[in-house]
């Protein structure tokens, strides 16, 4: 399974940024997509994650600002960031949980938000 994640970038506090994430290869048909972020010093954190069903959960951090959905025909996951502030800054990793026997989660490579003025 690869995953590849494109749409950081910087950007102004208050801005808005859309990230993107198609994954290939052994995808289960029950699956969890999803997003995490991880600031310099700080360990790794749930942004937000969408089962194959379309169910969501968010961080409390997020919720109302960031809106997660995905194409299941494309095996894509979306993050859409409105009200971006500078403690959204961080190394955004996008993640694929097959839930099944044999089942795993794999990871994108990641794309820097930062959030400055």
């Known amino acids: 399974v690869q995953l590849q994640a494109f749409g950081g970038g910087l950007v102004q506090p208050g801005g808005s940024l859309r990230l993107s994430c198609a994954a290939s290869?052994?995808?289960?048909?029950?699956?969890?997509m999803g997003w995490y972020r991880q600031a310099p010093g700080k360990q790794r954190e749930m942004v937000a994650v969408?089962?194959?069903?379309?169910?969501?959960n968010y961080a409390d951090s997020v919720k109302g600002r960031f809106t997660i959905s995905r194409d299941n025909a494309k095996n894509t996951v979306y993050l859409q960031m409105n009200n971006l502030k500078p403690e959204d800054t961080a190394v955004y990793y996008c993640?694929?949980?097959?839930?099944?026997?044999?089942?795993?989660?794999?990871w994108g490579q990641g794309t820097q938000v930062t959030v400055s003025s």
């Open positions: 969408i089962a194959s069903g379309n169910s969501t």
């Open positions: 993640s694929v949980l097959n839930i099944g026997v044999g089942g795993r989660m794999y």
């Open positions: 290869g052994n995808i289960f048909s029950r699956n969890t």
